[in-house]
């Protein structure tokens, strides 16, 4: 069983007691805002969409919330895999609430699996975590927003790493499962479309940029990614196809995964506002012609990374993530985004920028970027009606004056009428940013869905623990 095995574990028991009890749906509500709504619930369907195809009985697929501790036990976390343990911990005693006493059954598995060399590294201190993450006092109210979400998160990392909880806070924001549910225009049933946005000056802009060429994917989630291999076919200029295999349990048994999901990605790659002073690098991916194919279990598979400079010097950076997905089954929107959550796909950006923060060597494929107007790109569906979201790009520049809010804001209107190539994205894109260039100003941020000013909101740290 991998560690992505073991933690969708955790949150399908998490599912299953918000399903029979609404007081610990209620409380599981204050780390997963979604589970609010009294109608979601996925793992059942999830776990009875995959064993479809398998002779297994579909409660085997993953592991109970007691076998899956035991397994993190003795598992080292790496990177986004750190916090992504600890929150999962954390609802977890939402909806067990026995967890949260560490003399209990429960309670000492998960003191075991905080006791673990890249978190707690000792007894001791795995208590002083567990006591950290079932603190009910500083827990976020019903109904909080993501301020309150991220004010707590914050606290927790700050408040483990300044009393040496944890060996260090790399890697440790954003908070985990912080998407925002976004609404997708013209498509076909639900798809889940998550934005993600933060910012960080653990890692410099060129280091960055390489790392989010997907194929250092896999060298950095290789508990998630399978393949992402670069195919040679032909293909527009400009347009790089991969191949990606993903899977929650083990990459090297086709049979025992329990999840395991194929199809190919064509990729995009653009410096704004050039490739000879870049002060943004903009990935865009979707599925290639004739995908999916019949049997897939992916449908829509299409999204953004987004790495910009959010000062005058390399650091630190601002980083916006779009992915939106559809998997064969209709799971609701809602379900989506738990089961997304689960799995990590929102966690790429995060973990690719751990990854780079980590390794003391300048590595990593450099980012094959192109100038904006020398890609033919596909079509890019941009997430509206509602939602916000989008390709959002940000630039270190200056404070947006009127003129220049109204061009983008006539931008925004071409986006939410329908797709928008990448063409006409890349030049408007490029407009706006020479346009704001020239009145020198602050720094805002400019998503193909509108345009507001940006502030530092850099969360809390502790400079020691680097």
């Not at 609010?36 to 059942?44: F, G, I, N, S, V």
């Not at 790493?161 to 225009?185: E, K």
């Not at 639900?190 to 060129?206: G, H, Q, R």
């Not at 997907?214 to 293909?235: G, I, Y």
Request: net charge negative.
């Amino acid at each position: 069983m991998s560690e992505t095995g073991a933690l969708l574990g955790i949150y399908g028991a998490v599912d299953q007691v918000a399903q029979t009890d609404p007081d610990l749906r209620a409380a599981v509500s204050r780390l997963l805002p979604l589970y609010a709504d009294p109608e979601l619930h996925w793992y059942d369907d999830f776990q009875a969409w995959l064993s479809g195809s398998k002779a297994e009985a579909a409660e085997t697929l993953f592991p109970s919330v007691t076998d899956a501790l035991k397994e993190l036990a003795g598992i080292e976390p790496r990177c986004r895999m750190r916090p992504r343990r600890l929150f999962a911990i954390a609802v977890a005693m939402r909806a067990f609430p026995e967890m949260q006493k560490p003399q209990s059954p429960l309670g000492t598995l998960a003191v075991s699996a905080l006791r673990v060399s890249s978190l707690a590294g000792g007894a001791e201190h795995a208590l002083a975590l567990h006591e950290l993450l079932a603190d009910e006092h500083v827990l976020p109210d019903l109904d909080a927003s993501a301020q309150e979400l991220k004010t707590w998160w914050s606290g927790l990392v700050t408040a483990a790493a300044s009393d040496s909880l944890i060996p260090n806070t790399t890697g440790m924001f954003p908070r985990p499962c912080s998407g925002r549910l976004v609404n997708v225009p013209d498509v076909a049933g639900p798809v889940a479309a998550l934005e993600t946005e933060f910012e960080t000056d653990e890692v410099d802009f060129d280091r960055a940029t390489r790392f989010i060429q997907p194929a250092n994917w896999k060298k950095c989630m290789p508990w998630f990614w399978c393949e992402m291999k670069q195919l040679k076919v032909a293909t527009p200029p400009g347009v790089y196809r991969y191949r990606e295999v993903v899977s929650s349990i083990d990459c090297d048994d086709k049979l025992s995964a329990a999840f395991r999901a194929e199809t190919e990605l064509d990729f995009s790659f653009l410096w704004l506002p050039g490739k000879d002073d870049p002060e943004v690098a903009l990935t865009n991916y979707q599925m290639a012609p004739g995908r999916p194919l019949p049997g897939d279990l992916i449908r829509v598979d299409e999204g953004s990374l987004v790495v910009a400079k959010v000062g005058a010097g390399p650091t630190p950076l601002r980083i916006t993530t779009t992915k939106r997905i559809q998997f064969s089954y209709p799971f609701s929107s809602q379900a989506l985004a738990t089961i997304m959550c689960a799995l990590g796909y929102t966690e790429v950006a995060g973990n690719l920028l751990c990854c780079a923060a980590s390794n003391p060597k300048q590595i990593g494929t450099p980012f094959p970027g192109e100038a904006p107007g020398t890609v033919r790109h596909a079509p890019v569906r941009a997430p509206v009606a509602g939602g916000g979201g989008g390709v959002g790009v940000g630039v270190a520049v200056g404070e947006c004056i009127e003129e220049c809010v109204a061009a983008a804001a006539d931008w925004s209107s071409r986006v939410a009428q329908g797709p928008y190539t990448g063409d006409e994205l890349a030049k408007d894109m490029a407009e706006a940013w020479v346009r704001v260039l020239h009145k020198g100003a602050t720094a805002i941020e400019l998503g193909a869905t509108g345009t507001r000013t940006a502030t530092r909101t850099r969360p809390p740290r502790d400079r020691k623990q680097g």
